[in-house]
């Protein structure tokens, strides 16, 4: 029996809405449960978040001073540091957009890719502000950091509930005079006002000549250990193989309080010969030492003229 043109089309075109979504069953399946539940998973968490940091950092004038802002999944987004006072956009990612130079993110000088830390050198009385650490996510998210900075004669009171009770301090001699090659070790102890809960609010960073010291400032020998117990941490720098390019200021900050400068001297070339000829047995022998060495660079001198 034939059947009509319009019923094989119908028969057709039932086959074929029957067919295609069993071979193709991957491409029109509608998610289940479990999609959502993993889909609202993977989106939660990719969104970024604050690791938990100080957010009261109090800072004499004249130091140095670091805000400190740790990010979970920061993916692609971009952090922001701007200053409440004047709406003063500071930082955006890398870059300093402030043209004072005191100002500049620490990311490139630590290891750790969680660090959006803010370093203010120099730290002067109109820094005091509360400063915001920025995403730039679709919905903005913000953390506030609140700077109070004292006068140094304010912070160095007997009564200041800063000083002697809180603050940091590097142990030791104020020079430490090395040769090449040697080993030294600085610590730095510091006191805070309440008990460090987490790595962040005890972090101790480590400062030379105003730039902060990480394990990349230098191509090996260099190790930082820190420990802390309820509101006491030591932080110990050690640096091995001491080069020229050792040589400098370094100073700790912790928790807004930094330390003193220690100076660290490498001896060199002739300076290190001449320590060697310097003994106890030939110490009385310094000025016919200084006069031959005198006698000998004059007689170059002459040599080149002539």
Known sequence: MFRSYEEVCFIALHTLLCIIPLSHSKLYRLPNDHDFNRININSANSLPYYLKVPTNV????????????????????????????????????????????????????TIDEKDWSLLITNVRLEDASTYECQINTEVKMKLNINLTVKEYVEMMEMDSPFLPNYGAAIDGKNLNVLKRGQTIT???????????????????????????VSLKTRNG???????????????????????????????????????????????????????QLVTTENKANIRCINLASFVHIFTLILINII
């Open 186 to 212: 600085l610590t730095c102890k510091v006191l805070t006002e309440h008990e460090n809960s987490n790595k962040h609010s005890s972090q101790i960073d480590w400062m030379k000549d105003e730039e902060l």
């Open 58 to 109: 109090t800072a004499i004038e004249g130091s140095n001073v670091i805000l400190s802002c740790h990010i979970e999944n920061l993916g692609d987004k971009m952090v922001f540091w701007i200053r409440n006072t004047d709406l003063q956009i500071l930082t955006a990612g890398l870059a300093t957009f402030s043209s004072d130079t005191r100002f500049r993110v620490n990311h490139e000088n």
């Open 221 to 275: 020998g260099i190790s930082i250990n820190t420990v802390w117990s309820g509101k006491s941490g030591s932080s110990k720098l050690t640096l091995s193989e001491l080069q020229e390019n050792d040589e400098g200021n370094y100073s700790c900050t912790s928790n807004g309080f930094v330390s003193d400068a220690v100076t660290v001297r490498i001896i060199t070339g002739i300076e290190e010969k001449f320590d």
